[in-house]
């Protein structure tokens, strides 16, 4: 399909969402240190186009640290990582072009206070992609509309419930046509009543074909959305699994004694 045309809510992530096959993220032995802290130790993932892997481990693990890595927040010290085929650059505008490639979505919702949740929308789009105006206020207000917040677009953050903030992020993050989607932790400070109106967004997203790396203990998510958990903790990869084989029949002592800690 010709997923450069949108006509609907729907399309407005379908167009969003890679439409190859393939690896669309690949980390090859990838080492990061702060300072002595050896934080990320010769970690390998390969995530292909319309994947969704879910990241989970212990706090500490190095999960929020190859998130940023792989959105080139933080530098790495050893091996690569390439996006699309394309390695990060250091530096430049290219850097700013390739890394609206990578959406994130942190645990705070990381949205300008003093823009109006439409405004937070549009001004990526605007400013690194170089799109008009009115384009970017239509098609924001299709994402918005597509997590269920449009009559929201003219207020700002703060008059926001948290769920509704976090939606507006996830639409903010769309908005710039990523190839990936990257998740941090993405409900875990919501109030409980909160969290499925986000992982239902995100269960969305992932049944349209979106690639997404989402680090979460939702189980429930992981079981719906993913074709792959990821066990990381001390900064490996301890365990990569099926959702069903993960959670009722992991390999690893150290899997399994983390899965006797959450469940
Ligand atoms: P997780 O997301 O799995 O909880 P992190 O990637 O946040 O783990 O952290 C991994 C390790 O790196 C932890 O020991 C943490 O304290 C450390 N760390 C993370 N960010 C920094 C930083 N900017 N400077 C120094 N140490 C850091
Ligand atoms: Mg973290």
Known sequence: PDLTKGTGPEDAITQAAATGTGPLVVVEHVHKHFGELHVLKDINLTVNAGEV??????????????????NRL????????????KELPKEGKELARLRADVGMVFQSFNLFAHKTILENVTLGPMKVRKQGKQESEKHA?????????????????????????????????????????????????????????VLDVMTGL???????????????????????????ADGQIVEENTPDEFFTNARTDRAKDFLSKIL
């Not at 481990?57 to 792989?70: E, N, Y």
């Not at 933080?74 to 085929?85: C, F, K, N, Y």
């Open 206 to 232: 992932a049944r349209e074909g979106m690639t997404m790396i989402v680090v979460t203990h939702e189980m429930g998510f992981a079981r719906r959305a993913a074709q792959k958990v990821v066990f990381m």
């Open 53 to 70: 892997v879910v990241v989970i481990g212990p706090s500490g693990g190095g999960k929020s640290t190859l998130c940023r890595s792989i």
């Open 74 to 85: 933080e530098p790495v010290d050893g091996g690569r990582i390439l996006v699309d085929g």
């Open 141 to 197: 207000m299709e994402l918005l509309e597509r997590v269920g917040i449009a009559n929201q677009a003219g207020k700002y953050p703060a008059q926001l419930s948290g769920g509704q903030q976090q939606r507006a992020a996830i639409a903010r993050s769309l908005a710039m046509r990523p190839k990936v989607m990257l998740f941090d932790e993405p409900t875990s400070a919501l109030d409980p009543e909160m969290v499925n109106e």
